[in-house]
């Protein structure tokens, strides 16, 4: 067996997870996912929301916590960023209306550069496994946990008043959230987990094939992917025992992030392309990779760490700034954040300003 090229790129930059050791083993069949035939899960009742809520606060609350302040280990050795959970109790900074104007301004910015926007809500862990949160939340009969925060559904309204295309990844997490393979993010860090990363890729490019313009669009050759049982020891921003077992599927033969590529990803760093510390050996199973396997077309991307949003926005309207050729090849833009950071606030977008 030929085993996976490990290679580094300067634009891997760190996601929290610190890779304590990494073995991979044999390769194993390519899993199936469920992706089609999924309904969206219905809005939990007011009862069920105040009880999860109430929860939440008696287990985070300071007298409850025997860690370092910054995550909470629940059930089953899942662990969850404290701020992931706070932001469920505080008042959100962004109120889906409001998040929904700054959304729909962006689309108007972009589509005046001929630029595209799908907007793409990924499901913050608490979402996807509220009974690892607290006993006292149990799968229903059908498997799909109702939706226990009003601010989604809310937020998908407003986008829908507006004409906002948007892409709510939360039923697909929801039905395969208990796939043999592994969950749909890390136990042990608030990340989408490399099965996430291909439910994610594997969506998205559903929606980015609908494009008219795919079909003429010049293909990469070479990729390839493999599914590797794995034992991969981390230590992220959760904490944990650092011995979280994963199975990844493994990206080889890909470019770097391509300027002239037409679909450019604009996310936070559930979006980075590889999965380790800055400096150190990283594994070639990132979101970014994923995608660009799915679709076989080149991608550019802009992912910010940090637990920030704007940055990536930022960065991409300034590269856009200093060369009209760069935002002319440009077709579709990847608006990708976490639940959490859609109810933090957003930084300003500078204006696109032209020339070479």
């Given at each position: 067996m030929t085993p996976p090229r490990f290679r580094s790129d300067h634009r891997c930059v760190g996601v929290g997870i610190l890779l304590v050791g990494c073995l991979l083993v044999a390769a194993q069949e390519a899993p199936t996912f469920i992706l089609d035939g999924i309904a969206t899960p219905p809005t939990a009742d007011d009862q069920a929301v105040a009880l999860f809520r109430s929860e939440v606060h008696r287990l985070t609350g300071p007298r409850s916590r025997e860690d370092d302040g910054s995550?909470?280990?629940?059930?089953?050795?899942?662990?969850?960023f404290k701020e992931e959970l706070d932001c469920l109790l505080a008042h959100p900074v962004n109120a889906p209306a409001e998040l929904a104007g700054s959304i729909s301004g962006y689309r108007d910015h972009l589509q005046k550069q001929g630029i595209d926007l799908l907007y793409i809500f990924l499901p913050t862990k608490w979402e996807i496994y509220p009974d690892q949160v607290t006993a006292k939340v149990s799968a229903p009969a059908s498997?799909?946990?109702?939706?226990?925060d009003r601010f989604r559904a809310e937020l998908f309204a407003e986008l829908a008043?507006?004409?906002v295309r948007y892409l709510d990844l939360t039923p697909v997490f929801m039905a395969n959230r208990n796939h043999a393979i592994g969950p749909t993010h890390f136990r042990e860090d608030t990340h989408i987990s490399?099965?996430?990363?291909v439910l994610t890729a594997q969506a998205i490019a559903r929606e980015v094939k609908k494009q008219?313009?795919?079909t003429e669009a010049a293909k990469t050759t070479g990729t390839t992917a493999t599914w590797k049982d794995g034992i991969v020891s981390i230590n992220g921003d959760c904490g944990g025992t650092g011995k979280e077992i994963i199975s990844a599927r493994i990206i080889a033969g890909y470019p770097d992030a391509a300027p002239s590529a037409p679909v450019v990803i604009i996310g936070d760093s559930n979006c980075e392309p590889c999965i380790g510390p800055m400096g150190k050996q990283k594994i070639q199973c990132g979101l970014p990779l994923q995608l660009m396997y799915e679709?076989?077309?080149p991608l550019d991307w802009f992912c910010a760490a940090g637990g920030s949003q704007g940055g990536s926005q930022q960065e991409f309207e300034i590269k856009g700034a200093k060369s009209r050729s760069y935002r002319s090849a440009k077709k579709l833009a990847l608006w990708i954040t976490s639940g959490r950071l859609n109810r933090d606030k957003i930084g300003g977008l500078p204006p696109a300003n032209g020339g070479e």
């Amino acid at each position: 067996m030929t085993p996976p090229r490990f290679r580094s790129d300067h634009r891997c930059v760190g996601v929290g997870i610190l890779l304590v050791g990494c073995l991979l083993v044999a390769a194993q069949e390519a899993p199936t996912f469920i992706l089609d035939g999924i309904a969206t899960p219905p809005t939990a009742d007011d009862q069920a929301v105040a009880l999860f809520r109430s929860e939440v606060h008696r287990l985070t609350g300071p007298r409850s916590r025997e860690d370092d302040g910054s995550a909470h280990q629940l059930r089953n050795g899942y662990c969850f960023f404290k701020e992931e959970l706070d932001c469920l109790l505080a008042h959100p900074v962004n109120a889906p209306a409001e998040l929904a104007g700054s959304i729909s301004g962006y689309r108007d910015h972009l589509q005046k550069q001929g630029i595209d926007l799908l907007y793409i809500f990924l499901p913050t862990k608490w979402e996807i496994y509220p009974d690892q949160v607290t006993a006292k939340v149990s799968a229903p009969a059908s498997g799909v946990f109702p939706s226990l925060d009003r601010f989604r559904a809310e937020l998908f309204a407003e986008l829908a008043k507006k004409g906002v295309r948007y892409l709510d990844l939360t039923p697909v997490f929801m039905a395969n959230r208990n796939h043999a393979i592994g969950p749909t993010h890390f136990r042990e860090d608030t990340h989408i987990s490399p099965v996430g990363c291909v439910l994610t890729a594997q969506a998205i490019a559903r929606e980015v094939k609908k494009q008219g313009w795919y079909t003429e669009a010049a293909k990469t050759t070479g990729t390839t992917a493999t599914w590797k049982d794995g034992i991969v020891s981390i230590n992220g921003d959760c904490g944990g025992t650092g011995k979280e077992i994963i199975s990844a599927r493994i990206i080889a033969g890909y470019p770097d992030a391509a300027p002239s590529a037409p679909v450019v990803i604009i996310g936070d760093s559930n979006c980075e392309p590889c999965i380790g510390p800055m400096g150190k050996q990283k594994i070639q199973c990132g979101l970014p990779l994923q995608l660009m396997y799915e679709l076989q077309l080149p991608l550019d991307w802009f992912c910010a760490a940090g637990g920030s949003q704007g940055g990536s926005q930022q960065e991409f309207e300034i590269k856009g700034a200093k060369s009209r050729s760069y935002r002319s090849a440009k077709k579709l833009a990847l608006w990708i954040t976490s639940g959490r950071l859609n109810r933090d606030k957003i930084g300003g977008l500078p204006p696109a300003n032209g020339g070479e």
